[in-house]
């Protein structure tokens, strides 16, 4: 086991919030929680209505519990469920706890927060998930980048940034990767640079925070996880029913020891208590219903159509682009990374000028963790998951176009 796993909680779980299990029991009279009278509360009943026509009713147990105070780790029920679909998907070769957050972001800055400590370094692909360099540059620490390439973080650059890592300063203890439809670069790892990345984790002691909310966007065969590999427990995992089921109903889970999730939890109690257990009731009264094999599907549904948006639109980047970009078409995800060929800063370009041309982008430079250092970037992300065909075709030729008359402006200035 990883002596990450043996982490000592700094923080005391709230009484109160320890006495929440204990309200269950039959019989208890509760005299200590601040709970108000959920006789008080207008809800009867949550009806949803699913674009099949079918309505389903939320629970009366479900409601009733999601209508007040819970436990920080989410209602008993879909945590349950949680826990069983991450053992069918991934079967975690040692014992497991799950947490719900509010989103997977927030279990992820609640995870940093809880590891870091004053003067850390932490290994941070780059480029990389702009929340979570924006978050890190708030914590007390320092952003070591790891380089990628077309199959992610490269294992060979890691291990010499680790074998040589100088002895008068900390080593780092953690790793974040978001290992399949990278965002912002569409790249996934294979497993064979997985399995590699984690000889190295376990070589130097690392915790590897696998941040994976594009899991169930793989366009093909789904690569297994560091999670369905990790004998040590050294593996936090980070997934999100955001891209699944509704970006609005917030909900996340991590999964890990039961060491790290336990502070996590403490961490959620001296923050905001708990997720909203409203969204939970909703999303544990559907995913019941469809069972786990029902939801499986429904993930595979929602691959095969940003499989053909990708399609769709790296064939009009083809058709718009050829030779005045580069970029690699993903196997998962909602991201394409283009590299901008005779164009020396796009961020001018796409904030400004493409603007007025009518079509966005996000500039590359956001998505490095020391822009400072890596001067302006030639790199820029487009998202396909919202955009009609007929307006990937006009945004790509817009882009184009721009391309073109800047890059004509530079020879002409040079």
Same mark, same amino acid.
């Given at each position: 086991m990883s002596k990450l796993t043996t982490l000592e909680p700094t923080l005391n779980s709230f009484t109160v919030r320890r006495l929440i299990p204990l309200t269950k029991i039959p019989g208890m009279i509760s005299l200590g929680a601040g709970a108000p009278n959920p006789g008080l509360f207008p809800f009867e009943g949550i009806n949803i209505t699913l674009k099949t026509g079918e309505s389903l009713q939320v629970d009366s147990t479900v409601l009733e519990e999601s209508l007040t105070y819970g436990p920080s780790d989410g209602i008993p029920q879909l945590n349950s469920w949680l826990k069983e679909l991450q053992r069918l998907q991934h079967a975690p070769p040692r014992d497991f706890a799950v947490a719900i957050g509010t989103g997977s972001q927030d279990l992820v800055t609640k995870g940093l927060q809880m590891l870091i400590s004053d003067g850390d370094n932490v290994l941070f692909e780059s480029p990389g998930y702009v929340g979570v360099i924006g978050f890190l540059r708030s914590q007390p620490c320092n952003l070591i980048d790891v380089d990628l390439d077309l199959h992610g973080v490269i294992p060979s650059r890691l291990r010499e940034q680790l074998d040589n890592w100088p002895a008068d300063k900390r080593k780092p203890k953690m790793l974040y990767t978001v290992p399949v439809g990278g965002n912002p670069t569409g790249v996934s790892q294979t497993l064979e640079r997985k399995k590699e990345i984690y000889e190295i984790a376990r070589q130097h002691d690392l915790l590897i925070l696998e941040d994976d909310p594009y899991y169930y966007l793989?366009?093909?065969? *789904?690569?297994?996880?560091? /999670? !369905?590999?990790?004998?040590?427990?050294?593996?936090?995992?980070?997934? !999100?029913?955001? *891209?699944?089921?509704? !970006?609005? /109903?917030?909900?996340?889970? &991590?999964?890990?020891? &039961?060491?790290?999730?336990?502070?996590?939890?403490?961490?959620t109690q001296t923050s905001n208590l708990q997720p909203s257990s409203i969204a939970q009731a909703i999303t544990y009264t559907l995913v019941q219903s469809w069972g786990h094999q029902g939801f499986y599907e429904h993930t595979l549904k929602v691959a095969r159509f940003y499989k053909e948006r990708c399609q769709l639109f790296c064939k009009y980047a083809r058709k718009h682009l050829e030779g005045l970009a580069e970029w690699v078409e993903p196997n998962a995800g909602m991201f394409v990374w283009f590299y901008l060929n005779g164009i020396k800063d796009s961020s001018d370009l796409i904030m400004n000028k493409a603007v007025e041309k009518k079509v966005l982008l996000v500039p590359g430079i956001d998505f490095f963790c020391h822009p400072e250092e890596s001067g302006p970037s030639k790199f820029v992300r487009a998202s396909f998951s919202n955009v009609t065909e007929e307006d990937m075709d006009q945004g790509l030729e817009r882009l184009a176009s721009l391309l073109r008359e800047q890059i004509n402006l530079q020879e002409s200035s040079a």
């Open positions: 793989q366009y093909g065969e *789904k690569i297994p996880s560091y /999670l !369905s590999f990790d004998v040590d427990g050294r593996v936090l995992r980070f997934d !999100s029913m955001s *891209k699944i089921l509704s !970006s609005g /109903l917030r909900v996340g889970w &991590a999964t890990g020891p &039961a060491e790290l999730i336990n502070v996590m939890n403490l961490v």
